[in-house]
């Protein structure tokens, strides 16, 4: 079965820096768009970054363009998000996921993993 397992979350003040990783498994890595994505306190889903297969068609959300970086390893099926700059904003769990539509804080994912929490204290 899918599963998703992310790592790296945890406590940092404002302009930090964080690196989260997702080791994924159970599907064919190299044949889908994945996706990190996050739920503030209080909000909905957020798409933060995505990546196409071929690593040559990232997305960003407004908030997070040119302070995050979305990259992937597909021989060893990893997604990594590298976070710069972080805002208490930015506060949220982060899961990997794939299988992702929507906008704003209404996104939704077919399958995500169980999250890690980001915090970003001023």
């Known amino acids: 079965q899918v599963q998703l397992v992310e790592s790296g979350g945890g406590l940092v003040r404002s302009g930090g820096s964080l690196t989260l990783s997702c080791a994924a498994s159970?599907?064919?890595?190299?044949?889908?768009?994945m996706y990190w994505v996050r739920q503030a306190p209080g909000k909905g889903l957020e798409i933060v970054a995505s990546?196409?297969?071929?690593?040559?068609?990232?997305f960003y959300a407004n908030s997070v363009k040119g302070r995050f970086s979305i990259a992937r390893d597909n021989p060893k099926s990893i997604l990594t998000l590298h976070m710069n700059n972080l805002d208490v904003d930015d506060t949220a769990i982060y899961y990997c996921a794939r299988a992702c539509a929507g906008t704003g804080t209404s996104a939704s994912c077919n399958y995500r993993g169980q999250g890690t929490q980001v915090t970003v204290s001023s």
């Open positions: 990546l196409d297969i071929a690593s040559k068609q990232p």
């Open positions: 159970g599907f064919a890595f190299n044949t889908v768009r």
